[in-house]
């Protein structure tokens, strides 16, 4: 823990000595976090360069899929993502209290499915991985498949279940938190890019935005996509980039719909969401932070799909749209304190997992602000080990 971070937290015995705490971005994260200490007592203060909730939290498709997404060689993130989907039934509930609003956590689970032999091999592979680290996870034959989601095509290899990778609606978490913040006490700054943290003998002093000064004794950097546009000299400019992701949905009839379990397919995954909107994403384009719907993108998750769930050409489209996630070097989170200026935490680079990712990320920073404790899970996470593993090379 900084020097600076220490004696805020030190003198933080009161909730009128809790540091005044400024948050650079509002979505998920931001508002989390900025929840979580606004409720503790801490003056917080958000700051958003558009519109609240609009970003990555707004296009992502809400999916809590720490086992279907275990890869090699990512363990460490493994743990991190089951610590989070383990506290996502809580922190749904609390999030509900405190907002007055349903965030529609679905507990069905999660089918990755085999097409053809091919598809088979590569899944069974990636099935002997997911039992090796001790995931929860079965194989099923293409009619056990069939009798869970009799819609999915008659042409399966088999699939994989993951009963415990679950799904919220992201867009609706986003709305809560913005209002459970609020009522916490937080002030949201919308319209208000932060240009620049001032620093000054080493330690976070205020954020710039449009040429006028808000003072802080801490600075949180959750940004996303966006964070490496945030002058943080002189701490290194964070390797983070955009991850373009072209999405759409479509509309089933919510007394019947098509599908129930979230579904990954080669190509492709479907989100069922209650109100009878059937997602379908995404494209993974490093393009920067272009925004243009493509025809060869969307005929791509429309292909994949039909060839999953024949019956969805019969669907209406409803919403086309393009998000960006926040892609580090190695596509983990940088989380917890800069190294190089006290009084700066970071929470962003969340990439894929930024929806699952939500209550680890808002636990953890909250409580590194308010007990100085580094938490065990993130400690593997800051933005010091890209400095280590470039002067080891």
């Not at 931001?30 to 979580?36: H, N």
């Not at 749209?321 to 190089?340: C, K, N, T």
Request: hydrophobic share 45%; glycine share 10%; aromatic share 4%.
């Amino acid at each position: 823990m900084s020097e600076s971070l220490s004696s805020h937290v030190s003198s933080s015995s009161t909730k009128s000595a809790r540091p005044h705490v400024a948050i650079v971005g509002a979505g998920v994260m931001g508002l989390s976090i900025g929840w979580r200490l606004a409720a503790a007592g801490c003056a917080v203060d958000i700051f958003e360069q558009g519109t609240s909730g609009l970003g990555a939290s707004h296009a992502a498709a809400g999916m809590l899929a720490a086992c279907a997404e275990a890869e090699p060689g990512e363990d460490g993130l493994l743990v991190l993502n089951r610590e989070s989907q383990r506290l996502w039934p809580s922190f749904a509930a609390e999030l509900e209290a405190a907002s007055g609003m349903a965030v529609d956590l679905r507990t069905e689970g999660t089918i990755v499915l085999a097409l053809n032999a091919d598809d088979g091999a590569r899944l069974r592979h990636l099935l002997a991985l997911q039992q090796a680290f001790g995931l929860p996870v079965e194989w099923l034959n293409g009619a056990e498949v069939r009798r869970r989601e009799p819609h999915l095509t008659s042409k399966l290899a088999g699939a994989v279940s993951c009963p415990e990778d679950h799904q919220v609606d992201n867009r609706k978490v986003a709305a809560a938190l913005k209002i459970a913040a609020l009522a916490a006490g937080a002030r949201l700054h919308e319209d208000a890019p932060v240009e620049r943290v001032e620093v000054s003998d080493g330690r976070a002093r205020a954020v710039i935005v449009k040429g006028e000064r808000h003072g802080a004794d801490l600075v949180v950097l959750a940004a996303g996509a966006w964070s490496r546009g945030v002058d943080i000299t002189p701490a290194a400019p964070l390797p983070v980039r955009p991850i373009k992701g072209q999405m759409l949905s479509v509309a089933m009839d919510p007394a019947a719909p098509i599908l129930n379990h979230v579904i990954w397919a080669p190509g492709t995954y479907l989100v069922p969401r209650r109100d009878g909107r059937l997602i379908v994403g995404a494209t993974v384009e490093e393009r920067g932070f272009n925004t243009d719907l493509t025809a060869g993108g969307q005929l791509a998750l429309l292909t994949h799909a039909w060839r999953a769930l024949p019956t969805i050409e019969e669907l209406p489209i409803l919403e086309q749209w393009v998000g960006f996630r926040p892609g580090s070097r190695d596509d983990a989170p940088i989380l917890g304190p800069s190294a190089e200026v006290d009084g700066l935490i970071f929470a962003t680079g969340h990439h894929r997992n930024g929806i699952l990712l939500l209550p680890v990320t808002a636990d953890a920073i909250s409580r590194l602000i308010l007990e100085g404790e580094t938490a065990d899970v993130i400690a593997p996470f800051t933005a010091g080990r890209f400095a280590r593993r470039a002067a080891a090379e």
